[in-house]
């Protein structure tokens, strides 16, 4: 499966942005997703995911609250609902594609076969 997100931007804080996550191939309905990001000098940190049936999602206390995946099966696209944004929010964020069974909530990057290129959230102060 090939990934591609979109929809980065700069945005105030306290703004509101939302990602999308575009998937190509067939069988999206099989995998788990999950969404990253990376600033600068940092590690690449886990924000959350969502099931394959769209029936539960999970996120860390770091932005638990602010941040809400969704996913349609139909059109094969996740998303990443960012509310309240802060300055810290600021990262390349990226989607990923899982076929693992088990280890939810899919916390670990390797427990990802699949990554998309990144898309960039600046948020002005």
């Known amino acids: 499966v090939q990934l591609q997100a979109s929809g980065g931007g700069l945005v105030q804080a306290g703004g509101s942005l939302r990602l999308s996550c575009a998937a190509s191939?067939?069988?999206?309905?099989?995998?788990?997703m999950g969404w990253f990001r990376q600033a600068p000098g940092k590690e690449r940190e886990f924000v959350g995911a969502?099931?394959?049936?769209?029936?539960?999602?999970y996120y860390p206390d770091s932005v638990k609250g602010r941040f809400t995946i969704s996913r349609d099966n139909a059109t094969n696209t996740v998303y990443l609902q960012i509310n309240s944004l802060k300055p810290e929010d600021a990262a390349v964020y990226y989607c990923?594609?899982?076929?693992?069974?088990?280890?939810?909530?899919?916390?670990?990057?390797?427990?990802?076969?699949?990554w998309g290129q990144g898309t960039q959230v600046t948020v002005s102060s």
């Open positions: 191939g067939r069988a999206f309905s099989m995998y788990a």
């Open positions: 990923a594609a899982s076929t693992s069974s088990g280890g939810w909530p899919l916390s670990s990057r390797r427990r990802y076969n699949y």
């Open positions: 969502i099931r394959r049936s769209a029936g539960s999602s």
